[in-house]
């Protein structure tokens, strides 16, 4: 038989729980503790925010008696603090302004990313950055090959070159990437990079790889974020099918790329900070 879930250890989780949670002041009142009531609107939606290892005891009489109970005691506790001075105290006025600032930068946050979305949106609809199957094939006709490299970052030329040496001399390139490279994030992979196609690299890079041969290492190769030392570890043939999406993603980016560079006229960009210049 499955164990249930002791209710009063439900109900020591779920009143910190439901401190938390907000207000739904719609449908049918259940109860008025005070000037506030408590809808089934607002209990059946709390009854779905607790843990859904609970939710098994919420079903029978006594589990909704008790969420009930829990609930009507939230609002008795927010009811004498709405009275009490706190509601008046510079540290609560402190933090609502604090939350409604965050919530600001969130509205606006979201607001920009919605908007954008679907401007994008709007400009395949509009054709502007959408691609023809025809140009597609005619992408992978030319570039067929997925490529796989590690690579080595590394803040200065000298530095790399050094390396170059000791790595074309037999030394360990995961372990020198791990330890060595400023690209954290393939550094602990010993400098693995996701599997590529032509033109999802950085061009720096994916030029190069392009033109090894399995096994050889190159570099430095230089580019904004340093100097480079380059692995090649494999190369085949992706089937097309396999390479429609990548290559129609990438395909939309080079001419949103493109659209943005002639909005440039429009829109000038000062870079004001002389660490960005």
């Known amino acids: 038989m499955k164990k249930q879930s002791s209710p009063v250890r439900w109900a020591l989780f779920a009143l910190p729980l439901l401190l938390v949670l907000g ?9 008025s503790v005070g000037s506030a009531d408590v809808t089934r609107a607002e209990f059946e939606r709390k009854l779905t925010d607790v843990a859904q290892e609970y939710q098994s005891y919420l079903m029978t009489p006594a589990g909704r008696r008790q969420f009930f109970d829990i609930l009507v005691r939230e609002k008795l506790m927010l009811a004498a603090a709405s009275d009490s001075a706190v509601v008046r105290s510079a540290e609560f006025r402190t933090e609502m302004d604090r939350f409604d600032a965050e919530q600001e930068r969130r509205q606006k946050e979201h607001r920009e990313y919605v908007l954008t979305k679907m401007w994008i949106d709007q400009l395949r609809k509009d054709g502007v950055i959408t ?21 080595i970052l590394l803040a200065g030329p000298e530095e790399a070159k050094v390396m170059v040496k000791q790595l074309r001399a037999g030394a360990n390139f995961k372990a020198l990437a791990k330890t060595k490279s400023m690209d954290v994030e393939t550094a602990a ?70 659209h943005l560079e002639a909005l440039r006229p429009r829109y000038p960009v000062r870079i004001l900070d002389p660490q960005f210049q």
């Open 23 to 31: 207000c739904n002041r719609g449908g049918k009142v259940l109860a």
């Open 189 to 258: 992979e010993g400098g693995e990079v996701k599997p590529f196609i032509y033109g999802e690299l950085l061009s720096e890079l994916g030029d190069v790889a392009f033109q090894m041969k399995v096994g050889e290492i190159a570099g430095p190769v230089a580019s904004r974020f340093g100097y480079h030392i380059v692995k090649k570890e494999s190369e085949k043939t992706l089937p097309k099918e396999q390479a429609r999406d990548r290559i129609r993603r990438l395909l939309e980016k080079k001419k949103l790329d493109q």
């Open 131 to 151: 691609s023809s199957d025809a140009e597609v094939d005619a992408y992978y006709e030319k570039h067929p090959k997925e490529v796989s490299v590690r690579h």
